[in-house]
Every structure is written in C-alpha cells, then in structure tokens.
C-alpha cells in the first residue's frame, strides 16, 4: 500500500497544481458587460487589482498552451478593466506593439 501511495502522491499533487491554474481557454470565455463574479467564476481570483474612480482592473497570469510554450515564457499577463461594475475591455498586457 506505501509502494502505491509513493507512486499516486506525484501525479495527484501536479494534477491539483494544474487544476488552479487559468488557461487561455479560460480567457476566451471573457466577454464585454460581464460583472467581476462572473470572470471570477471563470477564471478565479485576480493576482492584483488597480482601483480607479468608477473603474477597476485585474490583472492574471495565464498559462500558455503545451505548443507555445518556450522555456522563458511558459505565461502571459492578462487585464480585465471594469467601468461601473461591468466588463469594459479586457485582453494581454504584454503584446508589442508595432511601430
């Protein structure tokens, strides 16, 4: 019974780790009116938060998926903006810009 649980306690540890993570199919499911319970039922609790008069902002960290993964950027930062209490805009923080 020890020899099973040796080898069922890794797998059962990673699998919870990953199940707490926010994924970018996650994020597609933001849409534009929504209020700050339904993204958070979406995609959990934000990491910060920036308050401004009448509007608010999340910020989270989503994993890539598998394939567009490299090994200094397993993640992107991603912002939703709320003005009234609603979803105004949303989307990456670290996309370049052209120019």
């Known amino acids: 019974m020890k020899r099973l649980l040796k080898r069922i306690a890794p797998v059962v540890l990673a699998a919870g780790l990953l199940a ?4 970018s199919s996650n ?8 209020s700050p319970d339904q ?8 990491e910060t938060v920036a308050h ?22 397993l993640s992107n930062r991603y912002y939703v903006c709320y003005d009234d209490g609603k979803v105004k805009s949303f989307g990456r923080t670290d996309v370049p810009t052209s120019g």
């Open 27 to 34: 994020v597609d499911q933001v849409r534009a009116g929504m």
């Open 39 to 46: 993204v958070q039922t979406i995609l959990g609790e934000p």
């Open 52 to 73: 401004a008069p009448g509007a608010q902002c999340s910020y989270y960290t989503v994993l890539k998926d598998f394939w567009s993964r490299t090994p200094w950027t």
């Open 20 to 23: 707490g993570c926010v994924t």
